[in-house]
């Protein structure tokens, strides 16, 4: 099992960037498949990125692509995002996500741990 607990969120100007991290306490991390998903108020959580156990695949959402970067440091048990030129349409709840040993998966109902969130809050 698995703990996640993300941090580096806040408010934000539009054009902006920040760097989310999600911290992971236990064992194996090296074994989970990690994501980051997004919910904005009164909306469905949604997939932003995903990665695989050792770092070399990764995939976004279109809405993000191109503007977000996924990396992790299996040293660390640690996942990152990094989201440049940032907009009003991203401010939202992002949520770290893991599962083991599957590929990156868009749904997040097959996840099976989640961290709390941290608030994104992007002002024009």
């Known amino acids: 099992q698995v703990q996640l607990v993300e941090s580096g969120g806040g408010l934000v100007q539009a054009g902006g960037s920040l760097r989310l991290s999600c911290a992971a306490s236990?064992?194996?991390?090296?074994?989970?498949?990690m994501a980051w998903f997004r919910q904005a108020p009164g909306k469905e959580r949604v997939f932003v990125a995903g990665?695989?156990?050792?770092?070399?695949?990764?995939s976004y959402a279109d809405s993000v692509k191109g503007r977000a970067t996924i990396s992790r440091d299996n040293a660390k048990n640690t996942v990152y995002l990094q989201m440049n030129d940032l907009n009003s349409e991203d401010t939202a709840v992002y949520l770290c996500a893991g599962r083991r040993f599957l590929p990156p998966s868009i749904y997040a109902t097959s996840y099976e741990y989640w961290g709390q969130g941290t608030q994104v809050t992007v002002s024009s």
């Open positions: 990665i695989n156990t050792s770092g070399s695949t990764r």
């Open positions: 236990g064992r194996s991390f090296i074994t989970y498949t």
